[in-house]
């Protein structure tokens, strides 16, 4: 399984845009990048997945370069309601999905 | 539309009491099926998964067992609690099959959760 690393956390301010960047240097061939929002007391819940290059969505943007050694998830012009934490998943469909500790993004005023 | 029903919400149970959590899964079929614990400020721990009626996959051994007596069933139980099996327990569910350009594998659905204590 590609293991991936995020930093623990990471502060902004109200309408400025976010970047968390992940590293899953040993990413094979079929797998996927996914990544995750989970407020306290709630369940993950999905914001965004890709494969190569980039994919938006209404909520997200995610940046994967050439190699796929990395993902970046962009989060344009966060609100307080932004915070959370954030994981990013690396698989093929057919292994299990292991959460990571995320990255806690604290939004302030 | 697909829903997924956890319970119960909250419950405090005794050290050496039995426990049983329940997740249905509607508006699916054949739904791959997850089991994951989450103690305080900690990542989300896989514990069981399933991908058929009675097909289950243990990911850490413990004092904990599951079951799928149905499509869109999956319990969680106990027969003797301890202290480390508190935390915040969340079933969730997602399809094998790949739409384009998604893996739908890999989208997980959650629910509300439950939060167990064990005292």
């Known amino acids: 399984l590609a293991k991936t690393t995020q930093p623990i956390s990471m502060d902004s301010y109200e309408g400025q845009e976010v970047n968390i960047t992940c590293s899953h240097n040993?990413?094979?061939?079929?797998?996927?990048i996914t990544w995750y929002q989970q407020f306290p007391s709630q369940g993950p819940r999905f914001i965004i997945q890709?494969?190569?290059t980039k994919v938006t969505n209404e909520v997200a943007s995610l940046f994967i370069p050439a190699d796929r050694k990395s993902s970046t998830l962009s989060l344009p012009r966060v609100s307080l309601s932004d915070t959370a934490v954030y994981y990013c998943?690396?698989?093929?469909?057919?292994?299990?999905?292991?959460f990571g500790k995320g990255t806690m993004l604290l939004v302030s005023p | 539309s697909q829903t997924i029903h956890q319970w119960p919400a909250t419950l405090v149970q005794p050290v050496g009491s039995p426990l049983s959590l329940e997740c249905t899964v509607e508006?699916?079929?054949?739904?791959?099926l997850y089991w994951y614990r989450q103690a305080a400020g900690r990542g989300l721990q896989l514990l069981f998964y399933?991908?058929?009626?009675?097909?289950i996959s243990s990911e850490v051994p413990q004092n904990l067992s599951a079951s799928r007596p149905q499509d869109r069933q999956f319990i969680l139980s106990s027969k003797k609690l301890l202290l480390s099996d508190s935390g915040f327990y969340l079933c969730?569910?997602?399809?094998?099959?790949?739409?384009?350009?998604?893996?739908?594998?890999?989208?997980?659905?959650f629910g509300a959760g439950s939060r167990l204590t064990v005292l």
């Open positions: 890709g494969y190569k």
């Open positions: 998943l690396v698989g093929d469909g057919y292994s299990t999905l292991t």
């Open positions: 508006g699916t079929s054949n739904p791959n």
């Open positions: 969730a569910w997602s399809v094998l099959s790949s739409g384009t350009g998604v893996l739908l594998a890999n989208v997980l659905t």
């Open positions: 040993n990413i094979a061939t079929n797998d996927y």
């Open positions: 399933s991908v058929g009626i009675g097909q």
